[in-house]
């Protein structure tokens, strides 16, 4: 089955600093990939997804995702981080040729500090 | 427009007694999913609906959870004799499409179950 995995379940930065929120996927076939986020009291919104076109995804809010095959990897950057941008990250899966439904990591919540 | 609404938006209960929690999808979407979210946990698959046939349950945790929709519109999620473990979030997403479909599913705002 397949599974995500989210390394680290919290995250600290400065404002203005780099924010790398790391995700990896177990799958045998390169799946459909995403990077949700929560925000305090708010649903989960979509920031970006991969679904077999371009490598480099860009999402809203200035953040954008990498899909590496051969590191099994979907991390999400944002090259300067706002006080706004503090909530839970969230990386998922749906394998193709499936129901859509999503598998979940862990999350990771991240702060940022002044 | 109107995003997935689901209601109520917090519930607490007994021990043993049954629960119903409702999702009212965005107009239009034919698929919906239920989720669980356990604190300290991250989301997990409950059941999928396309239309109002569910071809995917098998995340539902126990026979005492079931769930129905209405043809493409409200969706019941029912657990019977509650347990403390059944305490969560429980959170509703339509997408346009579903089955191998990657459309973006929009999430609700969630149900927080409180088993006392």
């Known amino acids: 089955a397949q599974s995500v995995t989210q390394l680290g379940s919290h995250v600290s930065v400065s404002e203005g600093a780099l924010v790398l929120l790391r995700c990896n996927y177990s799958?045998?076939?390169?799946?459909?990939l995403f990077w949700y986020v929560q925000y305090p009291n708010q649903g989960l919104q979509l920031l970006l997804k991969?679904?077999?076109?371009?490598?480099l995804v860009k999402g809203i809010n200035g953040f954008e995702a990498e899909f590496k095959k051969s590191e099994t990897s979907f991390h999400l950057t944002k090259p300067s981080a706002h006080m706004s941008d503090a909530a839970e990250y969230f990386c998922?899966?749906?394998?193709?040729?499936?129901?859509?439904?999503?598998?979940f990591g862990t999350g990771t919540r991240l702060q940022v500090t002044l | 427009g109107a995003g997935v609404s689901q209601s109520p938006s917090n519930k607490v209960t007994e021990k043993g007694k049954d629960v119903e929690l409702r999702c009212d999808p965005i107009s239009g979407h034919t698929a919906l999913y239920w989720y669980r979210q356990r604190l300290g946990q991250g989301l997990e698959f409950l059941i999928y609906?396309?239309?109002?046939?569910?071809?995917?349950k098998s995340g539902l945790p126990s026979d005492r959870f079931s769930a129905e929709r209405t043809g493409e519109s409200v969706s019941t999620l029912t657990i019977q004799r509650t347990q403390q473990e059944d305490s969560a979030v429980y959170l509703c997403?339509?997408?346009?499409?579903?089955?191998?479909?990657?459309?973006?599913?929009?999430f609700g705002p969630g149900t927080r179950l409180t088993v006392l």
């Open positions: 998922a899966v749906i394998s193709p040729g499936t129901a859509s439904k999503l598998t």
């Open positions: 991969y679904t077999s076109a371009a490598t």
């Open positions: 997403a339509s997408s346009l499409a579903g089955s191998t479909s990657t459309d973006t599913q929009y």
């Open positions: 609906f396309q239309g109002n046939s569910a071809p995917d």
């Open positions: 799958s045998s076939v390169p799946p459909y």
